[in-house]
């Protein structure tokens, strides 16, 4: 597969580009009981994330690509089948190649959808 189904692309769940911390890409979330929230990223034409950090746990998987995850100084790059945990409150930024898709986990509220 080169994209997520259809079913995980309904408009009523996308991400609006104003909470984005990187440019280009197409996401859509869903919202869990607890508060926390699920997203599912395309990184269509790649893009570097701008330096941020998040006072709730954020855990992704890449499915198709590659994402470097940049923070304490390193560069760590996971591929398609690895995982990523990123502690709160650690600053964190990250560089995707074209075409990457991820899905991640937020133990909080992330992401907000297009009005």
């Known amino acids: 597969m080169n994209a997520f189904p259809g079913f995980m692309k309904h408009p009523a769940n996308k991400i609006s580009t104003e909470t ?16 926390s929230q699920m997203a599912f990223w395309t990184y269509q034409d790649g ?7 998040h ?9 198709q690509g590659q994402y470097t995850v940049i923070m304490k100084g390193k560069r760590i790059p996971i ?4 995982e990523f945990l990123i ?7 990250g560089k995707a190649v074209a075409g990457t898709r ?3 986990a937020f133990g909080g509220k992330r992401a907000k959808r297009v009005s």
């Open 20 to 35: 984005q911390y990187t440019k280009g890409i197409e996401g859509y979330v869903f919202d869990g009981l607890d508060g």
């Open 47 to 53: 893009g570097k994330s701008a330096e941020h950090l």
């Open 55 to 63: 006072d709730y746990d954020e855990y992704f998987t890449v499915v």
């Open 79 to 82: 591929g398609v089948g690895e």
């Open 87 to 93: 502690p709160k409150g650690t600053l964190h930024s």
């Open 102 to 104: 991820a899905i991640y």
